[in-house]
């Protein structure tokens, strides 16, 4: 095992999720800055890290990470959450060009080149522009929430102080189609970024009744991030036993160049 310091811009903050051998934790993407390549940082036990080392997306953060020896993910990386030093952030100036100088070289070209590249030579992340994109939801199996309610109950044994985070109730849903490649059978994945998970348990105190709620939710995920003025791109990771099951980590939207304001140029 040789540790290294990475540097990398968090794209990816995944909802909490028990585990029973780490606790809670977040899984975390983004991208190595050393290499221009996609790194999975994992196990983060975010709620607990301190306060200066808790990041944003689009946060470049130093850590002390080493290649998985339990996950052949090319990506993987455990990581030494004590060693997190949050040295940046990149803002949205500029029609979010610090951010697309980092991120569009990653670029897929389909989320079925991505599919087909994960059981060709086991690729687990990767970003692609979608077509055609619809939003939907979907009733949380009940034996779901009772097994996260019965992990919990043994995490709590150890950190009574912990309380959970809510799951949520639905499985939100993209479906789609790659854009420019005429024989894409369609897509439909889950979304699993923390920021829709976030927002059902935020926004239902200001929308009291659930249709307004999911409404409003819809209108967010679909209308505003998937819009004609926008340049959108999905995020996308698979599951560590189920190597087949991709899921949406996330969103990329930054503005077509077309929709930025124009500079005045002053008449002589």
Request: glycine share 4%; aromatic share 14%.
């Amino acid at each position: 095992m040789q540790w290294k310091l990475k540097k990398v811009l968090v794209t990816v903050k995944a909802y909490p999720n028990p585990s029973k051998k780490y606790g809670e934790t977040v899984c975390v993407a983004g991208i190595d800055l050393d290499t221009g390549k996609w790194i999975r940082l994992y196990p983060v036990q975010y709620r607990d890290l301190e306060d200066d080392k808790k990041f944003k997306k689009y946060s470049i953060i130093e850590v002390r990470a080493h290649k998985a020896s339990d996950d052949t993910r090319p990506e993987s990386f455990k990581v030494d959450a004590d060693s997190i030093r949050v040295i940046d952030w990149l803002d949205t100036k500029d029609g979010w060009k610090k951010r697309k100088e980092i991120v569009l070289p990653t670029l897929s070209s389909s989320c079925c080149d991505i599919l087909t590249k994960s059981e060709e030579i086991g690729i687990s992340l990767g970003m692609f522009k979608p077509y055609r994109v619809s939003f939907q939801r979907k009733n949380m199996k009940l034996q779901d929430e009772q097994e996260r309610e019965a992990c919990y109950a043994q995490l709590s044994f150890y950190n009574k102080s912990k309380k959970a985070v809510e799951d949520i109730p639905f499985d939100f849903r993209y479906q789609f189609y790659c854009q420019g490649k005429d024989d894409c059978p369609g897509h439909d994945l889950p979304i699993i970024d923390w920021e829709i998970g976030q927002a059902y348990r935020s926004w239902r105190y200001n929308y009291k009744d659930k249709t307004v709620l999911l409404q409003k939710i819809k209108e967010r995920w679909l209308d505003n991030l998937c819009a004609d003025k926008r340049n959108t791109y999905f995020y996308v990771g698979n599951m560590k036993r189920f190597r087949q099951n991709f899921m949406i980590l996330g969103v990329f939207y930054p503005p077509h160049e077309k929709c930025l304001p124009t500079m005045k140029i002053p008449s002589e």
